[in-house]
């Protein structure tokens, strides 16, 4: 064990504590796997990320450094608000793109190509499959919402990794509103994202989509800000004309976060998740 | 907001990771009830403390320095693992308490007293709020919601010393380490479970690491049922409850979090001077926090 170096960022935010935290350790090499699911539980935090050079292949294919990720209870091949949030800790502690403006991280996943504009970073979203959810599920998770059929203008399920069913509703107070059965939603095994877009979406100097997640199955109620399922809605939801091409939405205020994420699809259709990190703690780790 | 120096300690451990988390800040000051709070949940660990210079009142009556203690969503007046934590980082942070050997804290609940036993701390018991055997309602929902029979609860008493405890004791620790319990039986109770790790019917016997009682703690959680890796407030009263019915000797060592892959040592001794929860803490993250 020695003193390696450590940051603890919040990540779709600028101010300390209004985001979702991440736990970053910036000199992993030579830690097992054992080590890394150990320090991970410890830290209690939805995600642990440990930050390595990249292998041989991906220098190769262009990468400037390797990660890899970690929940409480395992490893996995990629998750945005970790990416954003390493990738925060990786500049922060001095380092620069071998090409200026675009990051390349080496995950689980393979090469994912982040975008640096000013203080903000954004991913790719993944590909995404989606269809319609089963009416027999879908009424019950409305149901474990508390809200009446009428009340969901569209419902999707979408699954880029994670499987989120997708609710847009009509009404940002009636999102803000919901007290969920969570007890009832781990029951029916369906992490739900909720979603509402103000007519004024377009405009995005003040947010004009609110989103929450509920995720219960995975271990976490309400999730404060999250990145696979913003990247899910904002593809399902522009591709069917149900929000613009940017935007910029809230989430975590019924935790009492402030979280922010920046949505963008580029004249490719390429749909780029970002937001703004803050390091919260720096210094060392024991591992 | 500025730097404060800050350290996530591991307490009843020597082994950093095997114990139970805590986050310290060391400089609390200026801090308001809402910072704290909102740090604390984002933390998302157990709790989370600030550390302060004692008040007048506190200082004039020996306090070395004054702690305060949140958990999500709340402050609370005291609690076992994170005085340990508290202390541990006050004195790596270089405090030197007034009294060699002995720190006093102040908290919510007022002075408490650790004190140090080489390597490791202990902090004295806080009397028990509640004590005397459950009702015989509550056993048979307990042995239901830990899918063991009425007969496996051998012994049962109130651990309310502030934290809600009701304390069994099942046959043996191979059998609190198997147990799968139904969160929606237990749902609502608070509910700390005790079994020898030495030979069955000897009282106080310890297995070959001197380790006399595996302990475990299931209380309602954010989503569902949780368990503690290590709990100061349970062993304490289970200390009192036990020593006090004969069940375990004035001195033994209970081990808890194997379930969850840690290793929590908790040190109990009961002197002249009161009954003594103690272990061991090691820093494990330290630096700088933006507050």
């Known amino acids: 064990m020695r003193q390696r170096s450590f940051q603890q960022i919040d990540v779709f935010s600028h101010r300390p504590g209004d985001g979702n935290p991440l736990a970053v350790v910036l000199e992993a090499e030579g830690l097992q796997d054992a080590d890394m699911q150990r320090f991970a539980a410890w830290t209690n935090l939805s995600e642990t990320t440990f930050l390595l050079p990249p292998t041989e292949a991906g220098l190769a294919g262009g990468a400037d450094y390797r990660v890899r990720i970690f929940t409480p209870g395992g490893e996995l091949p990629f998750a945005g608000h970790p990416t954003l949030g390493t990738c925060h800790a990786w500049l922060q502690a001095g380092h620069a793109p071998r090409e200026p403006g675009t990051i390349v991280q080496e995950c689980g996943l393979g090469l994912v190509r982040i975008r640096q504009q000013g203080d903000t970073l954004a991913f790719a979203a993944p590909p995404m499959q989606r269809g319609a959810p089963n009416p027999a599920l879908l009424a019950l998770v409305t149901g474990a919402l508390g809200l009446r059929p009428q009340q969901i203008l569209a419902a999707q399920l979408l699954d880029n990794g994670p499987r989120w069913l997708g609710l847009l509703l009509g009404d940002a107070d009636a999102v803000l509103g919901l007290q969920p059965d969570h007890a009832r939603l781990k029951d029916l095994g369906q992490d739900v994202g909720v979603v509402h877009v103000a007519p004024t979406a377009s405009d995005t100097r003040t947010p004009g989509v609110t989103v929450r997640a509920f995720a219960a199955p995975m271990g976490n109620p309400e999730d404060p800000v999250t990145g696979s399922l913003n990247a899910s809605l904002a593809q399902w939801l522009i591709a069917e004309g149900l929000a613009p091409r940017h935007y910029l939405v809230a989430q975590g205020e019924c935790l009492g976060r402030a979280g922010r994420v920046r949505i963008c699809q580029d004249d490719g259709g390429q749909v780029w998740v970002g937001g703004q990190s803050v390091t919260c703690i720096q210094g060392t780790a024991l591992l | ?291």
């Open chain 2, 1 to 291: 907001m500025r730097q404060r120096p800050f350290q996530q300690v591991d307490v009843f451990t020597a082994t950093p990771y095997l114990g139970n988390p805590l986050a310290v800040v060391l400089d609390g000051d200026g801090l308001s009830t809402e910072a704290m709070q909102q740090f604390t949940n984002w933390t998302n660990l157990s709790e989370a403390t600030f550390v302060l210079p004692p008040t007048p009142e506190g200082r004039a009556a020996g306090a070395d320095y004054r702690v305060r203690i949140f958990c999500p969503g709340r402050e609370l007046p005291f609690a076992g693992h994170p005085t340990l934590g508290s202390c541990h980082a006050w004195l790596a942070a270089g405090g030197q308490p007034r009294v060699p050997g002995k720190v006093v804290q102040e908290c919510g609940v007022g002075l408490v007293t650790l004190r140090q036993d080489g390597e490791r701390l202990a902090f004295a018991a806080p009397p028990l709020i509640k004590s005397g055997p459950l009702a015989e309602d509550d056993v048979q929902r307990i042995a239901r919601g830990l899918g063991v029979a009425r007969t496996d609860i051998l012994h049962h008493a109130w651990c309310d010393n502030g934290p809600n405890w009701r304390g069994v004791m099942l046959r043996s620790a191979a059998q609190v380490l198997q147990l799968k319990p139904d969160g929606a039986v237990l749902a609502g109770l608070d509910v700390g479970v005790v079994g020898p790790r030495g030979k069955v019917g000897v009282v106080g016997a310890s297995d070959a690491e001197g380790i006399a009682f595996e302990v475990r703690a299931f209380f309602p959680g954010n989503n569902g049922l949780s368990e503690d890796p290590v709990t100061g407030s349970l062993n304490a009263a289970l200390a009192q409850w036990l020593i006090g019915a004969g069940l375990a000797p004035t001195r033994y060592v209970a081990s808890q979090g194997t379930a969850l892959g840690r290793a929590g040592r908790v040190h109990v001794e009961q002197d002249s001077a009161g009954l003594w929860i103690g272990g061991h803490s090691v820093t494990c993250m330290g630096g700088q926090v933006l507050l």
